[in-house]
């Protein structure tokens, strides 16, 4: 793509190193990974799974997890790289999708094999609450989780919006609203499971929980729709919405006094988002088998916005890279040095955040800023940066 | 007015109370004076069947107003013989056994057991009699205090059937004052229904007098009395009694609820008081707070440690040694991120969010690695244990007290800090316009450096309030930062007044929705309304004044 096209919210690339981590070849490569991964899980998936190949069933239930977080990285990356809001409540959406996946699971093993699940034997309860009346339907499910979390989103952002509520504001009221549901769900009597949450699942569109191929139809499927989120936000954040989107992030008062309603723009990419992370939290719960109020804690959410910060601001693929970085590492520590793992995560994120503003993607540019700096001085263009990144938060 | 101020207190109470029993106890034994205990008759009767058992035993009661100590021992050996069924009935008296032995019931001499000696047979209505009857002379004779405790539980139950002489008796005898209390109690229990109106009258005055939920129940009890539909003056004074203290019941709830409240506000207030000031200096929420509180609690625990060891006479008065140690060692980390991690990012405030997120998942592991994860064990000092009843069901209870206190005390800190000292007015300075106060030549980054410091200082002092009432472990912090965000973000930018006035609602409203719909729904409710208000008012109760940015 040409110059013109540069990746949304990126400024124009400068040669050599910035190409690599994050401008338009950072895309095509991460893209392009993406897709390998797909077709590959797609083509040899059931030998994949099988193990003779070398690839156990545990990593490719790994990369569908990575892939579910990566989504969810790119859902948080939209609303605060692209439009400038910070949440630091966005698993309050990733957590209504694998609410409600969890919630068809149930009901789809309940009309399979009849088992009543565990926290409503727990309960002594012998019929399902009236809100899950439908659930074992998959399309109705997916309707739920989009609608849900849109309305939810929506109602939120709109008063928040129209108040002008922003900035540290705003991610703070976020995040007191995931705390809150955190409470909320942690209670036993409403109808959620409680503290032990939901598990148990037996089957998944009649194919048996745990088996190779449903591992790997998963992680297919979740590789699939991280590939097309990628791309549509690509197409979209590239056209004239993603401009306006931008320059509303980048001063919201001249857009507005140009005539455009940044109430309804912000709203929509805020939708957008939950709508994204809460796909993603339905992609993510099937894999890993179980849900728990603590997809609601603060710290998952301040962590979601860790990864888009450390792989980079404002670049798609800084997103995924910084989600699927933080993540593979934590699993490969998991095993190995778990205390450590707090130690490295927060030194990763001070670092990150004193010496690249803008996380790995920015990373040549940063070092070609270093060189700017020593060799011929401050351009215009180093300049306007400067200036772009000390505003944006 | 008068008596009104009698009210408040809690002694004048008892000593209103006690005053009723004796009066009524001195009314009563005027009649029934002089009366020796008529030892042979007593046994006697015993001994006479169901009638003149449950004669005696009534007798024996009554006479125990004035009977003098050695009968009163006496009574209790025979009292304590026929319950223990070691009583036997022969003419002319009777005998007790022990282990082969027997001696005159009535003269103590060692006689020889007789042929067939008859035990005299307790049935259902006299047992209760000889259980008060026993109780009662326990009461009067023995200093032993678990079978006295035994003796008054005894007595609660059937207090009516015990004469007003005899409590009368028990009270000059009680050996402490809760016992006291009780006896004075179980009397005015008693006399409510005795026969007499007038000692009635006056025992419904003695429990008006000190309002309670109890007393009250007891009082609308008297409103099934067959003398309410008959005597009027019964039934004013029954009318009065509970409407009187009805009053008192409601304003000590309500004053509790209120106490409640402003202790809880208080421990959101030194939590939320640091935040806002950095809040309100740098525009940045410092995530990190919530671990200066945790620090700030396990430096006490250090300074505790270290008095314990070193000087072990003072450890009740670890939590007041610890203050300068709590608020120096805090501070001084405080200067130290702020000098190494915010400074660089006072443009970027979203990701000073994300910084000091960093610093507190470092110092939570840091802790937890040093220290465990268990809670720490601190001495709780006498001054935070206990309390007193002020009026009614209200009490107050002094760790309670302890955190209003020093709540108060951090308040005028920094009240002096931010309005009479140096710092205080370059800080407010920034705050109002950083530009302008760097123009003319106020050093904004060190301003910056000592306010951080200052609001660290001030989480660790917070934690020092909640180490002796709260479950100090490394994950402590966690639990405060939300509210105190909430705090900050509601009372308005980084003001003293808006802090304090935020907390307090906070505090007000969440201990008032906690008793209809429980602690969790009580927070959940809480956060969404300030949720709702910050979207009518997004800067809060006070904005600082200018434009919006």
């Known amino acids: 793509m040409s110059a013109a096209t540069t990746p949304a919210g990126a400024l124009p690339a400068s040669p050599g190193l910035v190409r690599r981590f994050g401008g338009d070849g950072g895309f095509r490569t991460v893209t392009a990974l993406v897709a390998a991964g797909l077709a590959a899980i797609l083509v040899f998936g059931g030998a994949l799974a099988g193990g003779p190949l070398g690839l156990s069933p545990y990593l490719v239930n790994l990369v569908g997890q990575l892939a579910a977080f990566a989504l969810l990285a790119l859902a948080l990356d939209l609303i605060w790289g692209f439009a400038g809001i910070l949440s630091l409540g966005h698993g309050l959406y990733f957590a209504i999708g694998g609410y409600i996946a969890a919630m068809h699971l149930l009901k789809h093993g309940f009309a399979v094999s009849g088992v009543v699940p565990d926290f409503m034997q727990f309960m002594g309860w012998s019929e399902f609450p009236a809100f899950w009346w439908g659930l074992e339907s998959f399309p109705y499910a997916l309707l739920l989780v989009v609608l849900v979390s849109g309305t939810v989103a929506f109602l939120f952002g709109y008063v928040s919006f129209r108040s002008k509520v922003g900035g540290v504001y705003f991610a703070i009221i976020t995040q007191a609203l995931v705390y809150v549901a955190m409470l909320l769900m942690f209670r036993n009597d409403t109808g959620f499971g409680g503290n032990n949450g939901m598990t148990g699942f037996s089957v998944i569109f009649g194919f048996p929980v745990g088996s190779a191929g449903l591992t790997v139809g998963l992680t297919a499927a979740s590789l699939a729709v991280l590939l097309t989120a990628l791309l549509g936000l690509r197409w979209l954040m590239t056209g004239r919405y993603g401009r306006l989107v931008l320059a509303c992030r980048d001063d919201e008062v001249r857009l507005r006094t140009l005539g455009y309603r940044t109430l309804w723009l912000k709203l929509s990419v805020w939708c957008l988002s939950a709508v994204l992370a809460a796909v993603a939290g339905m992609l993510y719960v099937p894999q890993v088998g179980i849900i728990n109020p603590r997809l609601l804690s603060p710290e998952l959410s301040i962590e979601i916005a860790v990864w888009v910060a450390i792989g980079g601001r404002g670049y798609l693929t800084g997103a995924v890279l910084g989600a699927i970085f933080v993540n593979a590492l934590k699993f490969w520590l998991a095993t190995r040095a778990p205390e450590l793992w707090p130690f490295i995560l927060s030194g990763l994120v001070v670092l990150v955040v004193l010496l690249l503003p803008n996380g790995f993607s920015d990373a040549g540019r940063e070092i070609s800023r270093l060189g700017d700096r020593r060799g011929r001085g401050r351009t215009l263009e180093s300049l306007r940066r400067t200036l772009l990144r000390e505003r944006g938060a | ?549």
């Open chain 2, 1 to 549: 007015m008068q008596k009104f101020l009698d009210r408040w207190g809690r002694l004048a109470a008892a000593v209103f109370l006690i005053a009723v029993a004796g009066f009524s106890g001195a009314a009563r034994a005027q009649g029934t004076d002089a009366a020796a205990l008529d030892r042979p008759g007593f046994v006697a009767g015993l001994c006479g069947g169901a009638g003149p058992m449950a004669q005696a035993i009534a007798g024996g009661l009554e006479s125990l107003a004035a009977a003098s100590p050695e009968d009163v021992t006496w009574m209790a050996g025979i009292v304590a013989a026929l319950g223990a069924r070691q009583l036997r009935c022969v003419e002319p008296g009777g005998l007790i056994l022990t282990a082969g032995a027997a001696t005159d019931a009535v003269t103590g001499a060692t006689v020889s057991p007789p042929g067939s000696p008859r035990t005299p047979v307790l049935n259902l209505r006299s047992r209760g009699a000889v259980e008060n009857l026993e109780a009662a002379l326990t009461l009067l004779s023995s200093r032993d205090a678990p079978s006295r405790q035994r003796a008054l539980a005894l007595l609660s139950r059937r207090p009516d059937a015990v004469p007003p002489t005899v409590f009368a008796r028990a009270t000059d005898l009680a050996a402490t004052t809760a016992e006291r209390d009780a006896i004075a109690e179980l009397s005015v229990i008693a006399a409510l229904s005795s026969p007499d109106m007038p000692a009635r009258l006056a025992a419904i005055a003695g429990l008006a007098a000190e309002p309670n939920r109890r007393t009250l129940l007891r009082l609308e009890t008297l409103r099934e009395d067959p003398a309410y539909g008959t005597d009027t003056a019964f039934r004013d004074t029954v009318d009065a009694a509970i409407a009187d203290s009805s009053f008192w019941v409601k304003l000590s709830s309500v004053l509790s609820v209120a106490y409640n409240g402003i202790s809880y506000a208080s421990i959101l207030f030194i939590a939320a008081l640091g935040l806002a000031v950095i809040f309100g200096l740098m525009g940045v929420i410092n995530l990190a707070q919530g671990e200066f509180i945790m620090l700030g609690a396990y430096t006490a625990f250090m300074v505790q440690e270290g008095v314990r060891s070193v000087a072990p006479g003072l450890i009740d008065f670890y939590l007041i040694i610890a203050v300068p140690f709590v608020f120096l060692v805090t501070a001084l980390l405080g200067i130290l991120v702020e000098a190494t991690i915010v400074r660089h990012l006072y443009r970027r405030p979203l990701m000073t969010l994300l910084a000091t997120w960093a610093v507190s998942l470092f110092l939570i592991n840091l802790v937890r690695v040093t220290f465990g994860t268990q809670n720490l064990q601190f001495v709780t000092p006498s001054y935070v244990t206990g309390g007193f009843t002020l009026v009614g069901d209200f009490i107050v209870t002094y760790n309670r007290l302890f955190a209003i206190v020093f709540a108060a005390a951090v308040l005028a800190l920094a009240w002096f800090v931010l309005q009479r000292t140096g710092l205080g007015l370059n800080i407010r300075t920034v705050t109002q316009n950083r530009d302008m106060a760097g123009c003319i030549g106020i050093p904004t980054r060190r301003v910056d450096r000592l306010a951080f410091g200052l609001g660290s200082g001030l989480a660790g002092l917070a934690g020092l309030a909640l180490a002796p009432i709260y479950n100090v472990n490394p994950l402590m912090g966690t639990n405060f930062i939300i509210e105190s965000f909430m705090v900050v973000v509601l009372g308005g930018v980084g003001t003293i007044g808006g802090t304090l006035i935020a907390s307090l609602g906070i505090g007000q409203i969440n201990v008032m929705i906690e008793p209809l719909y429980g602690a969790v729904a009580a927070k959940v409710i809480v956060l969404l309304l300030i949720i709702a208000f910050i979207q009518w008012r997004p800067e809060g109760l006070f904005p600082a004044p200018g434009r919006r940015k």
